[in-house]
């Protein structure tokens, strides 16, 4: 019996084995990435105006020095990840899905289901200072009400562990320098597209 011979014989005696077995592992597969959660990634490039100078012969252009604009780009990005940038966005973020979003249908700003989960996470206190009229409104109300006392549920939003909403969560947005250049590039990803946008865009 010659080696092609014998390989045939062994393939026709594991037939069954060689479909059943890509099969289940496909299969399993599959399930397993149909349940992992969606990311979605946005990013934005910002025009500062830290180097450029509007006349650069002139004595206050930055190009000159070097670590006055090393300086001011330093703390561009402090106050961008300083933890009261993200409580201001973190209070626009809420007044934007309260005011836009519903539990029947997805919004642009929110999925249904996620605005079910926030109305169950938020307490009803700070549910009562929205004002489905206007977003402007609502985040002065959500500001006026973290801002009477250091004990509220609000700041519990804002220190705890809250997806979207708090610090910890919104710290993940990432900024960074692009080159040497006047542009600062953010980035951020999680599950809801609307608030991936929205929290950038804030």
């Not at 946005?42 to 930055?62: L, N």
């Not at 006392?149 to 705890?160: E, K, P, V, Y």
């Amino acid at each position: 019996m010659n080696l092609l011979e014998y390989i045939k014989r062994f393939l026709f005696k594991i037939k069954y084995w060689i479909v059943i077995v890509p099969t289940v592992v496909g299969a399993i597969t599959l399930v397993y990435a149909l349940r992992m959660p969606k990311t979605y990634k946005v990013r934005s490039e910002i025009y500062t105006g830290v180097i450029s100078s509007p006349d650069p012969t002139s004595e206050e252009s930055f190009a000159a020095n070097w670590n006055l604009i090393l300086n001011a780009m330093d703390n561009l990005m402090n106050v961008i990840k300083s933890p009261t940038t993200l409580k201001m966005v973190s209070m626009r973020l809420l007044a934007q899905q309260f005011v836009h979003g519903d539990p029947e249908k997805d919004t642009d700003y929110i999925s249904a289901e996620k605005y079910r989960e926030l109305q169950q996470m938020i307490p009803k206190e700070i549910q009562d200072l929205v004002d489905k009229d206007s977003e402007e409104n609502t985040f002065n109300n959500f500001l006026n009400f973290q801002e009477a006392t250091n004990i509220n549920s609000f700041n519990t939003i804002l220190n705890g562990a809250m997806p979207y909403y708090s610090v910890l969560a919104l710290s993940k947005v990432e900024a960074a320098r692009i080159g040497i250049s006047d542009m600062v590039e953010l980035r951020y990803e999680c599950d809801e597209p609307g608030i991936a946008f929205y929290t950038l865009t804030f």
